[in-house]
């Protein structure tokens, strides 16, 4: 077991989330709604401060709802940052809109507002159609809503969060998910809080969860005879998962603090070392989801790629930040407004294992390797 691979972000999934399965299994609500799903969506709606919440089978798909139930479609763009997941832009795709992406601020990652309220100036000069902007709540921090919201509400365009790797951040006192008309959680295997694939869509806005609801089970009209006047999705969480998902609620702040001990370890070992810096260190609200340190290779004397490659030949994974959007081959042609920081980001990130689950032994596994690295430089 001590040469077992050392994960970026793996599930962290014990004998309470065993518990709540069986006790799903043996309820006889198995599939696909029942209690759990209900239970599930009003404890997350609680932690999260909103009045609804609709669980779905991942956070792309609730993006996708949400998206359309904000009218996104045809003839329209959405904005969103270069430096995301591929499933934020997916999701704009799928509702035949368009997306165009804008860079990001290179000391946290998130959208670059001041880019951000340009381009909506300029899009609304051109007379184009702007559906939402989707500002991501990068690797577990909160975007600067202080500033999106009113810029975006001026504009008169719609924000859809994307809190995918946020849940348990905070900013101002709210919480990641809350923000602008509605948010986004993703419980994939790798991030805060996992039911093995699932997601939410959060909001205040009651037609907006209605809807979502609504095309997330097939667009089912409430009458006994399977009866359609949408195009709709079978989108939604299954009862079993949504128990395993109560179980990891639980254990969230718990996991946070496991997560904070790995980034106050990558704190304390590259506090000396010139030319490394963590992304987005001192936001006081984040979640600790991933941790990025950022190389100034001149400075350094190395690159972020010389220490990926001595930890992965002793079984430590780590990865680079996402690859911008903007350079990614099915985007080819997609407007964007760009400055590099993106680019930069992701010639000079490197995300290090950072998950609730890693244990004492992955601990000094870990910080044996990144000190071997550093004193041999
Ligand atoms: C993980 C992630 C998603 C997608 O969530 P899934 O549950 O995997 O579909 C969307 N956006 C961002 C920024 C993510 O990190």
Redesign the pocket.
């Known amino acids: 077991m001590t040469n077992d691979k050392i994960l970026l972000s793996p599930p962290d999934v014990g004998p309470l989330e065993e518990r709540y399965a069986i006790a799903a299994i043996r309820s006889g609500w198995v599939a696909p709604l029942g209690p759990e799903v209900d239970a599930f969506e009003s404890e997350m709606a609680r932690r999260v401060g909103t009045a609804h919440a609709v669980a779905t089978n ?4 609730a ?1 996708h709802l949400g998206l359309l139930a904000l009218g996104a479609g045809p003839d329209q763009v959405v904005v969103v940052p270069t430096l ?2 591929a ?2 832009a997916n999701a704009v795709v799928y509702t035949g809109a368009r997306p165009f992406f804008v860079d990001c601020d290179p000391s946290t990652g998130n959208i670059d507002v001041g880019l951000l309220e340009e381009t909506l100036a300029r899009l609304r000069n051109e007379g184009r159609r702007v559906a939402a902007v989707i500002p ?1 709540d990068m690797f577990g921090r909160c975007a600067d809503y202080e500033r999106i919201l009113p810029i975006c509400a001026e504009a008169g365009v719609p924000v859809l969060e ?1 809190a ?2 946020a849940l348990g951040a905070a900013r101002g006192g709210r919480a990641a998910g809350s923000f602008g008309q509605a948010g986004v959680l ?3 295997g790798n ?1 805060m809080i996992t039911t093995s ?3 939410m869509l959060l909001t205040d806005d009651a037609t907006i969860a209605d809807r979502v609801r609504y095309l997330a089970t097939q667009a089912r009209r409430p009458v006994p005879h399977y009866e359609h006047a949408d195009i709709g999705y079978n989108y939604r969480l299954s009862n079993v998962l949504a128990a395993i998902g109560r179980a990891q609620l639980r254990r969230l702040d718990a996991m946070i603090g496991r997560r904070r001990d790995m980034r106050e370890l990558y704190a304390k070992m590259f506090a000396a070392v010139p030319g490394v810096h963590l992304l987005g260190e001192g936001d006081p609200g984040e979640n600790y989801w991933l941790t990025v340190i950022v190389v100034d290779p001149e400075e350094a004397g190395w690159e972020a790629k010389h220490l990926a490659a001595h930890l992965a030949d002793r079984q430590i994974e780590t990865r680079p930040v996402w690859m911008p959007m903007h350079l990614q081959p099915v985007h080819v042609g997609v407007e964007a407004v760009l400055t590099g920081a993106a680019e930069r980001l992701f010639a000079t990130g490197l995300t290090l294992p950072s998950g609730s689950a890693l244990t004492e032994s992955h601990r000094a596994r870990v910080e044996h390797a990144i000190d071997d690295f550093l004193t041999t430089r």
């Open positions: 991942s956070g792309t798909a993006l995301t997941f499933a934020t991501v994307d995918a790797e993703s419980f994939n991030k694939g699932g997601g």
